[in-house]
């Protein structure tokens, strides 16, 4: 798919000053754009996708400068962040300033920011001058689009309104969304698993980075995104099996949906969806896939547990863990 066209990019940036939505690609997943510093034009896109109000909101940024505008503080840490992961798939939560509307954090006092790394968004970013939110382009808990066509399955009566523009910048090529790092106290610890990985963090900073967040969850607003339990879901009922469950996974269904690696065998009716053994890879195509399988009719989407280690591969768990709501 070609790029947009300068002028496609510059009318979507006067969408974004009108208080309307445009969603653009990034390098992790398709965001749902809307000018973060417009309460209104926030409210619209927790209204889009059905959002809970205590779900808080990642701000995109052009540059750091335009970061720093967000918080109130901005440590160290974050200078030696900036500099070394953006623009790229690092999201830092710090204390929020008083420009960012309560809306955008869920009424909470800290504010998640990151520069993507994408050529669409960093130029919509710039044409349109300010910083704008980005949640996934897709109902609340629903599967995460990495192509344009998964943004507009899953908003066709906004799109026929005008009241959402589509920037297509073709699929996603990390494909899973970005680490999200809490820097706003005395202790670090990465909220959400993406990517770049707390040891990454830490033998940069030369500190210990925590993993964890969900023991953080309270009644009131959550710290982060990508955080609830089930989340990232297809409509079709899914599970995880390990290989020791083969093929005993599949007694008592008519037709199911497999994701699994390219060796696995399924006998019809099932179905099989190919996912590559290679961590990265594998993670570029998971919610397309998992996209493939919602649409394919079957009784359920049997996902074969991925082993391997490293940070890519427990960030893909994670998220076949909350799709599945295990």
Not at 57 to 71: E, F, K, N, S, W
Not at 110 to 118: E, G, I, K, N, S
Not at 291 to 319: F, T
């Amino acid at each position: 798919m070609a790029a947009p066209a300068s002028m496609e990019i510059q009318q979507a940036a006067e969408q974004l000053r009108r208080g309307r939505l445009v969603a653009f690609p990034t390098e992790t997943v398709y965001g749902l754009g809307a000018d973060a510093l417009n309460a209104e034009a926030v409210a619209s896109v927790y209204a889009l996708k059905g959002r809970p109000g205590n779900n808080p909101l990642i701000v995109h940024v052009a540059d750091a400068a335009t970061a720093r505008r967000l918080v109130s503080d901005w440590p160290d840490a974050a200078t030696r962040l900036a500099e070394r992961f953006w623009p790229g798939p690092l999201t830092l939560v710090m204390r929020k300033s008083g420009i960012v509307p309560l809306s955008v954090t869920a009424g909470g006092g800290t504010v998640a920011v990151r520069c993507p790394d994408h050529p669409v968004a960093l130029g919509l970013l710039r044409a349109f001058g300010g910083p704008m939110v980005g949640p996934s382009a897709n109902a609340s808990g629903a599967v995460s689009p990495t192509t344009a066509a998964h943004v507009r399955a899953a908003f066709p009566e906004a799109i026929a309104r005008h009241e959402l523009m589509v920037l297509d910048g073709g699929a996603c090529r990390t494909g899973i969304e970005s680490t999200v790092l809490d820097i706003s106290g005395a202790e670090f610890g990465i909220l959400r698993r993406g990517a770049i990985s707390a040891e990454e963090i830490g033998r940069l900073l030369g500190r210990r980075v925590e993993v964890g967040g969900d023991d953080r969850l309270g009644e009131g607003a959550m710290p982060s995104p990508g955080m609830l339990s089930r989340h990232y879901s297809p409509r079709t009922p899914a599970r995880l099996f390990d290989e020791r469950e083969w093929p005993g996974v599949l007694t008592g269904y008519r037709k199911v949906v497999v994701i699994a690696g390219p060796r696995r065998v399924v006998p019809p009716p099932h179905l099989h969806v190919a996912l590559p053994e290679e961590a990265e890879a594998y993670a570029a195509g998971l919610y397309a896939a998992l996209h493939e399988a919602d649409a394919a009719g079957g009784d359920a989407i049997l996902i074969q547990r991925p082993g391997g280690s490293g940070s890519m591969w427990d960030a893909v768990r994670d998220r076949l863990t909350r799709a599945c709501g295990e």
